[in-house]
C-alpha cells in the first residue's frame, strides 16, 4: 500500500540474480507488506472521512450544524452530539482494533527472519529487507518469504514438495522442481553467489496456478513455468532445504494481489430501509413545512400583539422569514423519526445472529472438528428469504469420495460377472473380494470383487496392463490429463484420459466398433450414478516427438500469443488416439441430503442442480434425491446442439406445461417488465410437478439474448432444474440470469475452486468445507461442512434473523413516530415556536438509553417458534419469500401505529390538565409537569408494547424492559434533583418538578389512563386477528403453550415400575392405530394442491370468534397435548 510508486504500468519484469543495484532502477516493491489502513497519524481523519460518506453520518452532521445556529435552533448541541459521537467513537474503537490486529500480524510476518546469501555468505534478514532477485535459503517446515523462481533443493532432480493450503486451502503436497541447469548449484554457496541468470517474466498478478517466464544464463534460455516457482503463503515439506531466486515481493506476490476485497452485497431489508429513509426524509420536510406556515400564520395574526414587547427590529417582523426559520428548527426537532442508533442497533443484531450460527452445536461436524461459520454479518436476514438454490452437485450433495466400482477395458466390462441368459448382475456381497495381497504397495482398504481382473492381469492381456499402466501414471484418476512416457523397450507413449465428449473427438477412425460398445457401457455405467472417464493413448515416433517437443520449447519462450501456439501443439499431438476403454467410480449421498431437499421443497425453495457430470449420472442422482420422482407430471429434456434446436424444444415443453395459448412461437421476446409480472401470475396457476434438465451444449445456446427468456419462463415453472454438463462460467450465467430477472432472492453453495464464480454471483454464497479445498469457503459468505446443514441455516437461523430484525424495524420506526410527532401536535399550542414538548436530556437519552436494550434484547433473542418445529413446518419459511412481515405496507401500519400514539400521549394529558387543580390546590397545568407526565407516560407505553411484541421471554428480556424503566427513574430524579442543579443550573432546569408532580395521584392516573388508551387498541386488534384468522405461526405457538402446560400432568402421572428395561415397539399399539390412515394414501400431500399462501390456514373451520372462543380449550388440549403431528397444509 505504501511501496514507492512505479514511473509506469508493468508489462514483464527483468530480474538480474545478485544484483540489487541492477534491480533498483526498476523500483520494484521491496518485501514489506501493508494490511493496515491507519497510522497513528492518519487514523482520525482518514477514519472520520471514511465514517462521514455514510449518508446518515452526514446527514446528522448536518443537524448539529443546524443546532449550532441560535436563530433556529431550540434545542441543545448536545442532544444530536451525544449520539452522534458515540456512534462515531463506536465505530472508530472497533476500526481502530480491528487496524491494530492488522498491524500486529503486518509487525510478526515483515519481522520474521530468512537466510539471505550475500557476499557469499548466509545472512539473517527480516522479511521486509528481503529485495527483488535476493537468492534465499528455505528449510524444512518453513513459510516461503516471497515468489521465488525454484534453483536447488536437497532432493534428487532439484525437486521439492510445499503445502499451498494459505494459498487455495489444499492441504496435499504438491511437487515443485528446478530446471535442470540450476539444480547443479547445490548447496554451493559459492556457485549459488555467482549465479547471474537475468528472468523476464510476466508482470504481477492473481494467477495462482499460472507463471510464463525465460531464465537466460550462459548464453542459453530456458522456459520457465508454474512447475519452477514457489509462492509466498507455502510451506516447505519434507524437504531439508532449498534455494530460490526472488522474483516477486511484498505486495507483489501472488497471495497479496489475491488479498483484494470481497464485493460488498446488500440485504433488501437495507435497500427498503433506504427508501423508507427517503420517505421518512421527505415527510419530515412536509412536517416542517405545515409547522412553517402555521408559524407565518401565527405570526401575521396573533404574534403583532404582544411584538412590541420583546423590543424586535422592524427587519425581524417578517414573518415569512420567522417562518423559515421555524421551518429549519422544525427540522432539527423531528429529526428523531429516524435515530441514529438505529444503524448501530441492527449492526449489533446481526452480530449477535452470527454468533449464533457459530454456535450452533447442531450444526458443528465432528467427522472433521467443522462448525459453521458466518463469514460476514450483513447478510443474516437474507437467509430467511431464499427462493432458489443453486447447488453443484460432486462434493456439495455427494461426498466426493471415489470409489472404484467398474471399468470397460477393450469392450469388456470388470465389475460384473455374465450370467448363463447372457445378461448382467452385479457381484454378490458374499463373493469374497480380490486379494492384492502380492502388492506389497496395495491400498488396503481398496475392494473389487471381480475377480475376472486379476485374472486377465496373469494371462498377460495387454491391453489391460496398458489401461492399468495409464491409471497408475495419470493417477489423479477424476481429472482430465495428459502424459508422455517411455517405456522399458523405448517406445514413447502419449496416455490421455478425460471426458468421453472430448476425447471420442480425438479417436483415430479405427475406434469405430470399440467406440460403440465403450459408449454403451458409459451410458450403463452413468445410469448406475457411476462417474464415467474414457481411457485411450497413442505410440509416438521418436522422431516426430523430438520435432513437436522442439517445437513446444520454442513455443514456450515466446512473448505473443504464446498460449495459442502451445494449445495448438497439445491440440497436434492429442489426436488418432487408440481407446482402451472407460473407469466408472462412485461418489455416495452425503447423509441427510434427500431429507434437506425434501424439506427445502416444502419451504417453496426451488433447488437447481448445475454439474460437469454427464447427464445421466446427473439424472440419476436427482431421482436418488428424490428431487426427480416417477410421480411427476413430465421432465423435460433439452439436448439440442443449434440455437433453432434448442428453441424449439423449449417451445414444446412450454406447449405442454401450459398449453398452446401461452406458448411464445417464435422465441424472440425480450425481457420487460409486463411479460415478467405475467409470467409470475402463470407461474401461480401452473399445477403439479415439473422438471427440467439441460445439458451444457445447449444451455450455451439458451442463453443468448433471444432464447433465455423462454428458458427462465420454462426453469422457473418447473420444480427442478439440473444443468449437466455446464462449466464454471455457465454456472455464474444462470445464477445471474435469474438474480437479475426474477425478483427473487438467490443461493449458490459448493465446494471447489469451480463453484467460486457462482458463489460470487448469487445474493448468499455458502461454501462447503470438503474434499477439494477450501477455495469456495474462502469466497463464501458461510460455511460448514455438510449439505444438511443448508436445512438448519435457512429454516432455522435465517427464518429467525428475518423474523427477528422485521419485529425490531417495525417497532423501532413506532416508538420513534410516537415519541417524535407529539412535538408536531405540540406546534399548535405554542405558537409554532418549535418549543420542545421534552425535557431536552430526555430528548438526548431516549434512543440510547431508555429504549435501546429492550429492543436489542427483542432483534437478539426473539423467536415465534422452536427451533425443531421451525424444522418440522417448512411452511413457516414462506412469509420471508413473501417479504410479508416487513414490507412498505406493515412500515405505513406501524406509522400509523405511532401516529396513534403520539395522539393520545398528548391530548389526554392536555385534556386532564386542562383548568385542573392539584391535590394541594395548585395549578398543575405547568409546561414543566406537563413534560414530565407525558415523558413518563413515554416510557411505560414503549416498555409494555415490547413487552406485547416479545414472543420469547429470556431473562435478559426480563432485565432490559423492566430495569429501562428503573433506569429511566433513578435517572430523572436526579436530573430534577437540588444537587445537580446546584453544580449545572443552565443544563438541569427542570429542578424539583418531579417531586411535585409524581406525588400527586391525579398524575399516575392520566399515565395509566394513557398507558390503557394506546395499548388496549393493539391489544383488541392482535385478539381477533389471531383468533379469527391466525397465520401458521400462531398455531404452533398455540400447540407449544398446550404442549407445555400438558407435559407437567404426563410427568405427574404414577409409572408402574417394571422388571426389564426393555419395552416391546407394541406398546403403544394396543388401541386402534393409524396403519389403515397410511396405507389409504389419505393423510399424504395431495399431487395437485390448491395454492395457498400457508398463513391462512387455520385449525378451526367455524367462522364465529365466539365459537372458537367457547370449544378452544378442549380442542387445544385433545388436538395438541397427545403430542401428534398436525397437517397444516392441504
Not at 558 to 582: H, P, Q, T, W
Not at 723 to 752: F, H, S, W
Amino acid at each position: 500500500m505504501f511501496c514507492s510508486k512505479k514511473k509506469s504500468l508493468e508489462v514483464e519484469r527483468i530480474v538480474k540474480a545478485n544484483d540489487r543495484e541492477y534491480n533498483e532502477k526498476f523500483q520494484y516493491a521491496d518485501n514489506r507488506i501493508h494490511t493496515s489502513k491507519y497510522n497513528i497519524l492518519t487514523f482520525l481523519p482518514i477514519n472520520l472521512f471514511e465514517q462521514f460518506q455514510r449518508v446518515a453520518n452526514a446527514y446528522f452532521l448536518f443537524l448539529l450544524i443546524l443546532q449550532l445556529i441560535p436563530e433556529i435552533s431550540s434545542l441543545t448541541w448536545f442532544t444530536t452530539i451525544v449520539p452522534l459521537v458515540l456512534v462515531i467513537t463506536m465505530t472508530a474503537v472497533k476500526d481502530a482494533t480491528d487496524d491494530y490486529f492488522r498491524h500486529k500480524s503486518d509487525n510478526q510476518v515483515n519481522n520474521r527472519l530468512s537466510e539471505v546469501l550475500i557476499d557469499s555468505k548466509l545472512q539473517n534478514e527480516k522479511w521486509m529487507n528481503v529485495k527483488v532477485g535476493d537468492v534465499i535459503k528455505l528449510e524444512n517446515n518453513h513459510f516461503v518469504a516471497a515468489d521465488l523462481l525454484l534453483l536447488s533443493s536437497s532432493e534428487p532432480h532439484g525437486l521439492c514438495y510445499i503445502e499451498t493450503a494459505e494459498l487455495d486451502g489444499e492441504t496435499n503436497l504438491k511437487v515443485r522442481h528446478a530446471l535442470s541447469v540450476t539444480s547443479r548449484l547445490g548447496a554451493d554457496f559459492s556457485r549459488l553467489a555467482k549465479f547471474d541468470g537475468i528472468v523476464v517474466c510476466e508482470a504481477p498478478n492473481n494467477k495462482l496456478d499460472k507463471f510464463v517466464g525465460v531464465l537466460s544464463w550462459k548464453d542459453s534460455k530456458h522456459t520457465l513455468n508454474n512447475e519452477n516457482v514457489i509462492l509466498r503463503g507455502c510451506i516447505l515439506r519434507n524437504t531439508s532445504w532449498c534455494f530460490g531466486m526472488v522474483i516477486f515481493a511484498g505486495p507483489d506476490t501472488k497471495l497479496m494481489q489475491n488479498s483484494g476485497k470481497t464485493k460488498f452485497k446488500r440485504t433488501s431489508i437495507d435497500k427498503l430501509l433506504n427508501t423508507l429513509v427517503l420517505w421518512i426524509f421527505g415527510f419530515l420536510v412536509c412536517l416542517g413545512i405545515i409547522l412553517a406556515i402555521g408559524n407565518s400564520i401565527w405570526e401575521n395574526q396573533v404574534g403583532d400583539q404582544f411584538r412590541t414587547f420583546l423590543f424586535w427590529n422592524e427587519r425581524e417582523k417578517n414573518s415569512v422569514f420567522s417562518g423559515f426559520l421555524t421551518f429549519w428548527s422544525y427540522i432539527i426537532i423531528l429529526n428523531t423519526v429516524v435515530p441514529i442508533s438505529l444503524y448501530v442497533s441492527m449492526e449489533v443484531i446481526r452480530l449477535g445472529h452470527s454468533y449464533f450460527i457459530n454456535w450452533d452445536r447442531k450444526m458443528y461436524y465432528s467427522g472433521k472438528s467443522t462448525p459453521a461459520e458466518a463469514r460476514t454479518t450483513t447478510l443474516n436476514e437474507e437467509l430467511g428469504q431464499i427462493e432458489y438454490v443453486f447447488s453443484d452437485k460432486t462434493g456439495t450433495l455427494t461426498q466426493n469420495i471415489m470409489t472404484f466400482k467398474k471399468c470397460s477395458i477393450n469392450g469388456k466390462i470388470y465389475g460384473e460377472v455374465p450370467e448363463d441368459m447372457g445378461q448382467k448382475t452385479d457381484i454378490p456381497k458374499k463373493n469374497e473380494p480380490m486379494d492384492f495381497s502380492v502388492n506389497l504397495q496395495a491400498d488396503r482398504t481398496f475392494q473389487f470383487f471381480d475377480h475376472r481382473l486379476m485374472e486377465s492381469v496373469k494371462l498377460g492381456d495387454s491391453k489391460v496392463y496398458e489401461f492399468l499402466r495409464l491409471l497408475a501414471l495419470c493417477h489423479t484418476v477424476m481429472s482430465e490429463e495428459n502424459s508422455a512416457v517411455r517405456n522399458p523397450e523405448g517406445q514413447i507413449k502419449l496416455y490421455s484420459k478425460g471426458a468421453d465428449t472430448i476425447l471420442f473427438e480425438k479417436l483415430h477412425p479405427s475406434n469405430e466398433d470399440l467406440l460403440t460398445l465403450t459408449t454403451d457401457h458409459l451410458s450403463e455405467f452413468a445410469g448406475e450414478g457411476l462417474r464415467t472417464l474414457a481411457i485411450a493413448y497413442r505410440d509416438l515416433d521418436d522422431k516426430y516427438f523430438k520435432e513437436w517437443h522442439k517445437m513446444l520449447e520454442d513455443a514456450n519462450t515466446l512473448k505473443d500469443e504464446r498460449d495459442e501456439r502451445i494449445a495448438g501443439l497439445y491440440e497436434e499431438i492429442e489426436r488418432d488416439l487408440m481407446l482402451l476403454g472407460a473407469t466408472a467410480v462412485e461418489d455416495k449421498l452425503q447423509e441427510g441430503v434427500t431429507e434437506t431437499i425434501a424439506s427445502l421443497s416444502l419451504a417453496n425453495i426451488k433447488i437447481w442442480v448445475l454439474t460437469g457430470d454427464k447427464q445421466e449420472t446427473a439424472i440419476n442422482i436427482g431421482y436418488a434425491c428424490n428431487m426427480l420422482t416417477d410421480d411427476m407430471n413430465d421432465v423435460f429434456i433439452v439436448a439440442g446442439n443449434t440455437a433453432v434446436e434448442v428453441r424449439e424444444e423449449l417451445r414444446k415443453a412450454k406447449e405442454n406445461l401450459f398449453g398452446q395459448n401461452r406458448s411464445s412461437s417464435n422465441g424472440h421476446v425480450v425481457f420487460e417488465k409486463q411479460q415478467l409480472e405475467l409470467d409470475s401470475v402463470v407461474e401461480e396457476t401452473i399445477t403439479g410437478d415439473y422438471a427440467l434438465i439441460i445439458n451444457g451444449h445447449s444451455l450455451a445456446h439458451a442463453l443468448e439474448s433471444d432464447v433465455k427468456n423462454d428458458l427462465l419462463e420454462l426453469a422457473c415453472m418447473c420444480k427442478t432444474v439440473v444443468c449437466c454438463r455446464v462449466t464454471p462460467l455457465q454456472k455464474a450465467q444462470v445464477v445471474e440470469l435469474v438474480r437479475n430477472y426474477r425478483n427473487a432472492v438467490t443461493l449458490a453453495i459448493g465446494d471447489g475452486a469451480n463453484d467460486v464464480s457462482m458463489i460470487k454471483s448469487a445474493h448468499i454464497g455458502v461454501g462447503i468445507s470438503g474434499q477439494e479445498g477450501l477455495q469456495a469457503v474462502l469466497a463464501s459468505d458461510y460455511s460448514f461442512a455438510q449439505f444438511r446443514y443448508l436445512q438448519r441455516l435457512l429454516l432455522v437461523h435465517g427464518r429467525w434473523s428475518y423474523f427477528r430484525m422485521c419485529k425490531f424495524l417495525g417497532y423501532f420506526f413506532y416508538k420513534n413516530f410516537a415519541f417524535t410527532l407529539v412535538h408536531f401536535w405540540f406546534g399548535f399550542f405554542c405558537g409554532f415556536s418549535a418549543q420542545t414538548v421534552y425535557d431536552q436530556w430526555f430528548i438526548t437519552l431516549f434512543n440510547i438509553v431508555y429504549t435501546s436494550l429492550p429492543v436489542l434484547a427483542m432483534g437478539i433473542f426473539d423467536q415465534d417458534v422452536s427451533d425443531q418445529n421451525s424444522m418440522d413446518y417448512p411452511q413457516l419459511y414462506e412469509p420471508g419469500q413473501l417479504n410479508l412481515l416487513f414490507n412498505k405496507r406493515q412500515f405505513f401500519i406501524c406509522m400509523a401505529h405511532g401516529i396513534y400514539t403520539s395522539l393520545a400521549l398528548f391530548f389526554i394529558p392536555y385534556g386532564a390538565f386542562y383548568n385542573v387543580a392539584g391535590e394541594d390546590g395548585q395549578h398543575i397545568a405547568d409546561y414543566q409537569s406537563f413534560a414530565v407526565t407525558m415523558a413518563t407516560s413515554l416510557v411505560i407505553v414503549v416498555s409494555v408494547q415490547i413487552a406485547l411484541d416479545t414472543s420469547y421471554w429470556t431473562v435478559i428480556n426480563h432485565v432490559f424492559i423492566w430495569g429501562s424503566i428503573a433506569t429511566y427513574f433513578s435517572i430523572l430524579f436526579t436530573m430534577h434533583s437540588n444537587g445537580i442543579f446546584g453544580i449545572f443550573p443552565n443544563q438541569f432546569p427542570f429542578v424539583g418538578n418531579v417531586r411535585h408532580s409524581l406525588t400527586q395521584k391525579c398524575i399516575w392516573l392520566v399515565i395509566l389512563l394513557t398507558t390503557v388508551a394506546s395499548v388496549v387498541p393493539v391489544v383488541i386488534v392482535r385478539f381477533l386477528k389471531m383468533d379469527l384468522c391466525p397465520t401458521l405461526s400462531d398455531q404452533i405457538r398455540q400447540k407449544q403453550k398446550a404442549q407445555k402446560k400438558a407435559r407437567p400432568l404426563r410427568s405427574r402421572r404414577p409409572q408402574t415400575r417394571r422388571s426389564s428395561s426393555r419395552r416391546s415397539g407394541y406398546a403403544f399399539a394396543h388401541q386402534e392405530g393409524y396403519g389403515e390412515l397410511i396405507t389409504s394414501g389419505k393423510n399424504m400431500r395431495a399431487k395437485n394442491p390448491p395454492l395457498t399462501s400457508g398463513l391462512e390456514k387455520t385449525l378451526y373451520n367455524s367462522t364465529s370468534w365466539i365459537e372458537n372462543f367457547c370449544k378452544k380449550t378442549t380442542d387445544t388440549v385433545s388436538c395438541f397435548s397427545q403430542d401428534k403431528t398436525v397437517k397444516l397444509y392441504t
